[in-house]
């Protein structure tokens, strides 16, 4: 008797195992995919609405994405770098700004934007984290709580 049911327990704690390994990769599977939705959907947003920039060298645009599986949510993290004009330029005006938004709904999060008017910060940054205010540590903190898991 015993020893049927130290059987019937294993039995049970295997079963319980497999199911649980089977959700595993199942949610495995489900995040990879979503993953790719998100990188497709950053994509998509990144090239809808930050077209090339002008065409001096010196102008860029990129991003990075992340799928956030606890949020369920696909963010993208775009940085531009723009000038009035080459480098040594006495009177370029250079743009360097970070956005942070949701690529779906098109949700900003964030910016983090700095002009140099002669190679000099001539302005304070400007910093907007969720419609407020901010300093960089507070946008590098929201950075870092979006673009990582």
Known sequence: M???????????????LSISCADNQKGKKENLEMQ??????????????YPEPLALPEN?????????????????????????GPV????????????????YEGKEYATLSTYKLHGENNTPPYCEVLGKLCNEKDFQNLIKLYMEE
């Open 2 to 16: 015993i020893r049927l049911l130290g059987c019937l327990i294993l039995f049970v704690f295997l079963c319980v």
């Open 88 to 103: 040594g330029n006495p009177n370029q005006i250079v743009s360097d700004a970070t956005f942070l938004y949701d690529a």
């Open 36 to 49: 790719a939705m998100c990188s497709k959907g950053a994509k998509d947003f990144f090239n809808k609405n």
């Open 60 to 84: 860029s645009n990129g991003y990075t994405n992340h799928y956030d599986s606890k949020l369920n949510k696909c963010f993208i993290l775009i940085n531009t770098h723009l000038s009035s």
